[in-house]
């Protein structure tokens, strides 16, 4: 029983670290995203 809770407190862990991952590279995206769109429209206007 002990090593199961084990087992799964670990694979928590480890999925939230996934995730936390997941979002900190999807939050670069967008911003690298942002920076292209905003180069573009201001390279665009003038």
């Known amino acids: 029983m002990r090593s ?5 407190a670990e694979g928590e862990w480890a999925a939230k670290a ?3 991952s997941i979002d900190a590279a999807m ?3 967008v911003a690298a995203i ?3 769109t905003a180069a573009s429209v201001s390279a665009g206007s003038s």
């Open 27 to 29: 939050a670069a995206t």
């Open 4 to 8: 199961r809770a084990k087992q799964i």
């Open 18 to 20: 996934v995730k936390d």
């Open 34 to 36: 942002s920076a292209a």
